[in-house]
């Protein structure tokens, strides 16, 4: 171990790991979907349609971002007019969006001055306009879930109507993502559903045929080869990948910010690589709601994968029962 990385030093290590991208072969076999589709779509009298869920952290976004970045926007000169043509819009969906409220948003992002004035019929038109316009081939709409109001749950049918309406008319095709609640978008609006029929879940890694460790495995030895250390930090060494999984359970999100908390730790005190002490500590500045009673597996040399899991389900098991029972205890004082 040598000396302590300066604050520029760590800043550099820590920006570098948050650069790191290793696609899992699902994120991979997406990409490829996407591009199919932007091909069969382009002059079609009924243009593809496809809707891609997840979980949080499991690279929904970065997937689509990915996507429009292979297409880039060009500035175009011609006939000594000046444009930008976007091959491929991103559009986030705003939370409780209205019609008006994402038609508006789309022309934000189009770039048009007066996204904010207009009736929604006017809004819907100018969208219309600058498809052809600006050449798009392809809108993504991301965050599905925010055309269901998080406080009643209910799904704002006036705006799913609108996005059904829209992506009959528009003419190109239209990727629809968001969180796995957005599926009760399509319970309501079965035309929507309809047209959607290709539904593609993106997972987290698994871990439990030797193919599926092999992957998750091969996913932490391509980021231990990027991380930034003079030496390995055998990532992907079976019981390290398998102390990486548990706590992570394979999303990606998770194993990238371990990885990131361990780097800086690791950099402060000199070390050559990430040690699973850095790994320990860096897992006490990640904390998960939904698994208040998982295990620190780095602090202990001993690791099963199956007794961690039930170890931790049934810390869960009995906390609820805990608080079943001191709410039947309040009623009868009530």
Request: hydrophobic share 35%; net charge neutral; proline share 4%.
């Amino acid at each position: 171990m040598g000396q302590g990385a300066s604050i520029q030093e760590l800043v550099k290590r820590k920006e570098h790991v948050k650069g790191i991208i290793v696609h899992h072969p699902q994120f991979l076999e997406l990409l490829d979907e996407l591009e199919m589709m932007l091909y069969f779509s382009e002059g079609s009298v009924s243009p593809e349609g496809v809707y891609i869920y997840g979980d949080t952290g499991v690279g929904k976004s970065t997937l689509t971002l990915k996507f429009r970045d292979r297409y880039p926007k060009e500035h175009i000169i011609e006939d000594e007019q000046e444009y930008t043509r976007i091959p491929v819009l991103h559009v986030r969906v705003p939370p409780k969006a209205t019609n008006r409220m994402l038609a508006s948003k789309i022309l934000e992002k189009m770039g048009d001055p007066l996204h904010y004035k207009g009736t929604e019929a006017l809004l819907t038109s100018r969208i219309h306009h600058y498809v052809k316009k600006l050449g798009i081939k392809m809108l993504i709409l991301d965050e599905l879930q925010h055309l269901i109001d998080a406080e009643t749950e209910h799904v704002l049918k006036t705006a799913s109507n609108w996005v059904k309406t829209f992506t009959e008319e528009v003419g190109i095709a239209v990727v629809l993502s968001g969180m796995p609640e957005s599926l009760h978008v399509f319970l309501a609006n079965p035309q929507l559903d309809r047209r959607y029929c290709n539904k593609i879940e993106l997972l987290p890694f698994s871990y439990g045929t030797t193919e599926e460790i092999i992957s998750f495995r091969t996913f932490l030895k391509k980021i231990d080869g990027q991380l930034p250390f003079s030496e390995v930090s055998n990532l992907a060494d079976p019981e390290l990948s398998g102390k990486i999984y548990y706590v992570t359970k394979g999303v990606p999100f998770y194993v990238m910010k371990l990885l990131e908390e361990a780097t800086v730790i690791a950099a402060m005190n000199g070390s050559d690589s990430i040690r699973q002490i850095d790994l320990a500590k860096a897992l006490t500045k990640i904390k998960q709601v939904g698994r208040p009673f998982v295990s620190n597996p780095f602090l202990h040399e001993m690791f099963d994968l199956s007794s961690l899991f039930t170890k931790e389900h049934d810390a869960e098991t009995k906390h609820k029962e805990k608080l079943i029972e001191k709410g039947k205890k309040r009623k009868k004082q009530v």
